[in-house]
């Protein structure tokens, strides 16, 4: 079992910054993938990155790619969600997600929801134009 609680949203302004955080407790958080994912208002929760158990692998959506970065802290138990050059299309609630890992070739590119065992109650980020 896992628990997952995000923090650090917020509302900025268009071509700013915000740096999420999901902190996970339970049991081998570093047998984890770690996901992101966002629902807009009025649309469906979607795919924002995944980062391997071992934080060597990584994974973007085409719409946030070269501006968001992902990261892991396997002492710490946290995954990060760095943002840079925020646009108001941006404006969503973030989950992180985790599934569990065997750790053969591929077992972390997860990228639907229904491949996560684990989800945040989630952490509002409104950027302005």
């Known amino acids: 079992q896992v628990q997952l609680v995000e923090s650090g949203g917020g509302l900025v302004q268009a071509g700013g910054s915000l740096s999420l955080s999901c902190a996970a407790s339970?049991?081998?958080?570093?047998?984890?993938?770690m996901g992101w994912f966002r629902r807009a208002p009025g649309s469906e929760r979607e795919y924002v990155a995944v980062?391997?158990?071992?934080?060597?692998?990584?994974d973007y959506s085409d719409s946030v790619k070269g501006r968001f970065t992902i990261s892991r802290d396997n002492v710490k138990n946290t995954v990060d969600l760095q943002m840079n050059g925020l646009r108001p299309e941006d404006t969503a609630t973030y989950f992180c997600a985790a599934r569990y890992t065997r750790s053969y070739a591929g077992d972390w590119y997860y990228l639907q929801e229904y491949q996560y065992e684990y989800w945040g109650q989630g952490t509002q980020v409104t950027v302005s134009s």
């Open positions: 339970g049991r081998d958080f570093s047998r984890y993938a």
């Open positions: 980062i391997s158990w071992s934080g060597s692998h990584t």
